[in-house]
């Protein structure tokens, strides 16, 4: 007889993966390059050649601008930093909307409060996980001024779609890609597609400087005021003779020059690393195939590059299965056997409090109210009902940047989830 690790019995897995981990020598290297320089940044606020900062900060954006095959990279302190600064760059004025989805983490949303913008949320596809053409079409009013996109679990949107949209109501585009970066649209780098894209460069993430981020454009006036915000604004606005200042309330976002130089170093090896990725998704994926009731994305087709880059390999349970058992209760006899790395839906942004109360900038109300005008745009339940289904009943994620597995542990993987299928009648 055969026990499920829930109900007491062995659990099938006994030992503990090991950490995925992008880090090595060659970034130990670097760092001491910059330690014994003694640079450690070499930014100035003033209008003049450090403005851009140190000898690897613009060393990074040089080779991260060519890599992605962009005019502009420009680097910041983290991703919550660059999208800031991408919205600022926008022109996004209070009370005007920007649409964005709720599959996402806070920033994509907050950074649109943070310039007195206001967060619609539309629905997601269950093609790509990300925004629907036609949700956003259908979410779009006389106040829209952009569309937040976000490329979820390393997979790019549909841009051909979005853009058509964003053309045809005179819309920006921003593609929060930090979790997608070599992601590939139709032979086009994910994030270089919108108007600003960018990158996160956490310790989550597939390459990583620890913290840090890139943002990307090929629209020159777009840069210099990505360059700005970043970098305090200060007289430098009025040196670089930009003559609309909108927005130009400064930050320090800037990276520092030992973030840089790991970068540098990532940024040599991310088709290694993304292979590595991509590689270990898609043994998943065929191991996962023969299970019924669970959906998994269809691996890449051969190339260079790679359409989905697999932060995350998106599954979802479908009705077979759940008549049986909840997703819930399938993700914990999972867990028992020792399947780390499984997320159980991936929260929908607009049940944050900051939303449910729409409280942010003290207790006015604004940006949903400014003059006393309010917006009331819905974050009630029922707003994005595709999103909410995978959330509450149906998705589960694998988070594929956590461990580095063998193809013996991708094995015992496949035999955990057989194993509970067995046991709880799933097949
Ligand atoms: C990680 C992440 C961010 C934030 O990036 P940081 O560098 O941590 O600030 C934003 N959006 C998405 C989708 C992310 O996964």
């Known amino acids: ?47 003049g050649e450090d403005f851009n900062g140190g000898e690897e900060v613009q060393a990074f954006e040089k080779e991260w601008a060519e890599a992605f095959n962009v005019k502009h990279a420009i680097t910041v302190n983290s991703w919550t930093s660059g999208l800031i600064c991408a919205v600022g760059a926008i022109g996004i004025e209070p009370g005007d909307e920007v649409i964005v989805t709720p599959w996402t983490m806070c920033a994509s949303a907050t950074a649109i409060l943070h310039w007195g913008g206001i967060p619609v949320f539309a629905d997601i596809s269950l093609d790509d996980y990300c925004l629907d053409p036609a949700s956003v079409r259908a979410s779009i009013t006389s106040k829209t001024k952009a569309i937040m996109s976000v490329d979820i679990f390393g997979r790019s949107a549909n841009m051909d779609e979005l853009t058509g949209v964003a053309r045809e109501f005179n819309l920006k585009i921003i593609s929060d890609c930090a979790q997608a970066p070599g992601a590939v649209f139709q032979g086009r780098m994910a994030g270089t597609i919108a108007d600003i894209g960018g990158f996160s460069l956490n310790y989550h993430k597939h390459i990583h400087t620890g913290e840090g981020g890139v943002v990307v454009t090929n629209d020159d006036e777009l840069a210099l005021k990505v360059r700005l915000i970043r970098n305090h604004a200060e007289a430098s606005v009025k040196d670089a003779g930009l003559s609309d200042i909108t927005n130009m309330i400064g930050y320090n976002f800037r990276l520092g020059e030992i973030e840089s130089a790991i970068g540098r170093e990532q940024l040599k090896k991310i088709k290694l690393l993304l292979s590595g990725r991509v590689e270990t998704a898609e043994l998943l994926i065929e191991r996962l195939s023969k299970l019924k009731g669970l959906h998994l994305p269809k691996p890449n087709d051969v190339g260079v590059n790679w359409e989905n880059v697999y932060y995350v390999l998106p599954m979802r349970l479908t009705d077979p299965v759940l008549k049986v058992k909840s997703r819930d209760q399938i993700v914990d006899a999972l867990a028992a056997e020792g399947v780390d790395g499984l997320m159980k839906g991936y929260g929908l942004v607009y049940q944050l409090p900051i939303f449910q109360q729409k409280k942010c900038f003290g207790n006015f109300g604004f940006p949903w109210v400014i003059n006393g005008v309010t917006n009331d745009v819905s974050y009630s339940q029922g707003i994005c009902p595709i999103a909410e289904k995978l959330h509450n009943e149906t998705f589960i994620g694998y988070e594929v940047c956590l461990f580095d597995l063998s193809e013996e542990d991708i094995d015992l993987i496949g035999k955990a989830f057989d194993k509970v299928w067995k046991e709880m009648n799933l097949n």
């Open 1 to 47: 007889m055969v026990t499920l690790a829930i109900k007491g019995g062995e659990p099938l897995i006994q030992k503990k993966f090991k950490k995925y981990n992008p880090i090595g020598e060659e970034e130990r290297l670097a760092v001491d390059r910059v330690m014994t320089s003694g640079v450690l940044s070499r930014f100035v606020g003033g209008w």
